[in-house]
């Protein structure tokens, strides 16, 4: 039997993220645009029938652009390098931050379920500062709109 090296390919930092939505409300200075987030059984022929099917609705605020009007379908895209500095602020860092202390207070002694409640506080003081810092993180994460 013959083992293959395989190499895999990175996309470039500057590759983009699209998602198609339509836009829901224009502001002064910003545009709604609600992307439908469909689950993946909702391409199963037997959906309606199935109670664990359903879509949800996810809304996106993004810097107002002209050439924009409301029910207009557009693309929401951001870069990938984007895409991946959002995935770690929101779930990669908390998930490090409970795993760490939860390993940290066991091995202090602490009593497990302590512990536990410890953790999660920790987490939930992390989600804390994310939510009193989000002004400044927005200005890192951004979106623009593209016509369909």
């Not at 199963?44 to 605020?61: E, P």
């Not at 602490?110 to 999660?120: C, K, N, P, Q, R």
């Amino acid at each position: 039997m013959r083992s293959e090296i395989v190499y895999i390919k990175f996309m470039h930092s500057e590759s983009e993220i699209e998602h198609a939505g339509v836009v829901y409300k224009i502001e002064e200075n910003a545009i709604t645009v609600k992307i439908t987030a469909h689950p993946g059984c909702a391409s199963c022929h037997a959906s309606d029938l199935c109670n664990a099917s359903g879509s949800v609705d996810k809304y996106f605020t993004v810097p107002f652009q002209d050439g924009i009007s409301k029910g207009q379908n557009v693309k929401i895209v951001t870069t990938l390098s984007t895409g991946f500095r959002a995935l770690f602020i929101g779930y990669i860092l908390p998930l490090i931050i409970l795993l760490g202390s939860l390993i940290v207070l066991l091995a202090a002694g602490v009593g497990e379920f302590w512990t536990s409640i410890a953790s999660i506080a920790i987490v939930l003081f992390y989600y804390l500062i994310i939510f009193r810092f989000r002004d400044r993180i927005e200005k890192n994460i951004n979106f623009t709109l593209k016509p369909s």
